[in-house]
């Protein structure tokens, strides 16, 4: 009689984790972090993220629809709302609606679609609309409003702008070592009482979100923390080296996108190392960078080239940082 049981491969028992589930479980881990730019920034705040969203929302679903005629889209499983949301958090509260949207659309159709859509994206489609409007638009991109302002700027409205706290460090670094007295306090920085884009404001709501996802087994810690460590150790050689002209350690980690990159940029699944050990010489190299390019490059900030600096080696991370095989004997010296 004919055998007809078909064994698919392991595993056989599923983990009861999905893609949908874990996109909007980052997006729970990002409340936080809107809550406290909609309290510093008011409407900009609000005006911004629904924009980028909808706007990453509607090009996936069009692109995917009218120009690569899918007959499904993956408008709904959440991947499009966090670029959207994480694009948001990399811009001024008062960027115009229509530079908003171009990058978006950056974002999703040249970053994610035109690689093949979700899980086929070898760079961070946030970062890649991020740069692109840094580069392309860089007076809007780099024209920070004040804290607390509350009312949504439109560009025939002047903005009450304020130095950044990387800003003041470039400064410092550049010749100008009395900016460093203008740097906020450890506290300030903490909890976001500082110039910046939308959701790098607060360090404290960003942890918040990191402690989520550890909870919830979204994202290990192996690539937040190298990144941290990293930059804490580095930037505090340097801070030893020279303390009037490099900032503290601990400014370095509650300053600019570092928080906000480490967390949730960094550890996309799609754009990072699949082993553990990749992942450290991932987070390893992305803190490097960030500090080598804050202190000795063009740009204040460097968390946003690092990591697509290390997306475009993850694949060769992957390739030396392979998983030992299931059953295979390690050979004998």
């Known amino acids: 009689?004919?055998?007809?049981l078909y064994v698919s491969n392991s595993p056989h028992v599923h983990s009861g984790d999905s893609v949908k589930k874990n996109m909007y479980g980052v997006l729970i881990a990002l409340l936080p972090a809107f809550l406290v730019?909609?309290?510093?920034?008011?409407?900009?705040?609000?005006?911004?993220?629904?924009?980028?969203?909808?706007?990453?929302?509607?090009?996936?679903?069009?692109?995917?629809?009218?120009?690569?005629?899918?007959?499904?889209?993956?408008?709904?499983?959440?991947?499009?709302?966090?670029?959207?949301?994480?694009?948001?958090?990399?811009?001024?509260?008062?960027?115009?609606?229509?530079?908003?949207?171009?990058?978006?659309?950056?974002?999703?159709?040249?970053?994610?679609?035109?690689?093949?859509?979700?899980?086929?994206?070898?760079?961070?489609?946030?970062?890649?609309?991020?740069?692109?409007?840094?580069?392309?638009?860089?007076?809007?991109?780099?024209?920070?409003?004040?804290?607390?302002?509350?009312?949504?700027?439109?560009?025939?409205?002047?903005a009450q702008t304020a130095a950044t706290p990387l800003s003041l460090m470039k400064q410092a670094v550049n010749g100008n070592p009395d900016a460093l007295k203008d740097l906020p306090d450890a506290f300030s920085l903490l909890i976001g009482q500082n110039g910046g884009c939308l959701g790098e404001v607060s360090a404290l709501a960003l942890l918040l979100g990191l402690a989520y996802m550890l909870w919830k087994k979204i994202i290990s810690w192996h690539i937040p923390v190298s990144i941290?460590?990293?930059?804490?150790?580095?930037?505090?050689?340097?801070?030893?080296?020279?303390?009037?002209?490099?900032?503290s350690p601990v400014t370095h980690l509650f300053t600019g996108g570092l928080m906000l990159g480490a967390i949730f940029m960094a550890t996309d699944y799609v754009t990072s190392p699949m082993s553990k050990k990749g992942m450290l010489i991932y987070g390893v190299c992305i803190g490097l960078l960030t500090v080598i390019i804050r202190l000795f490059g063009a740009y204040p900030e460097g968390m946003s080239f690092a990591i697509l600096i290390m997306n475009a080696f993850t694949p060769l991370i992957n390739t030396y940082v392979k998983p030992k095989r299931f059953g295979e004997v390690a050979k004998k010296k």
């Open 1 to 4: 009689m004919e055998n007809k």
């Open 37 to 158: 730019s909609l309290y510093f920034f008011g409407l900009g705040a609000l005006v911004v993220t629904l924009t980028s969203v909808a706007a990453c929302v509607f090009f996936e679903w069009a692109i995917a629809k009218f120009i690569l005629k899918k007959a499904t889209t993956t408008v709904c499983d959440g991947s499009a709302v966090i670029t959207g949301v994480l694009l948001a958090f990399n811009l001024p509260s008062n960027l115009p609606v229509w530079i908003i949207i171009i990058g978006a659309l950056f974002a999703i159709g040249v970053g994610k679609m035109s690689f093949g859509g979700l899980g086929c994206n070898p760079f961070n489609p946030a970062l890649v609309g991020r740069v692109f409007l840094l580069l392309s638009f860089p007076v809007q991109m780099t024209t920070w409003p004040k804290s607390g302002t509350m009312a949504y700027l439109l560009e025939n409205v002047d």
């Open 228 to 247: 941290l460590v990293t930059v804490f150790v580095f930037a505090g050689i340097m801070h030893l080296a020279d303390p009037e002209v490099y900032a």
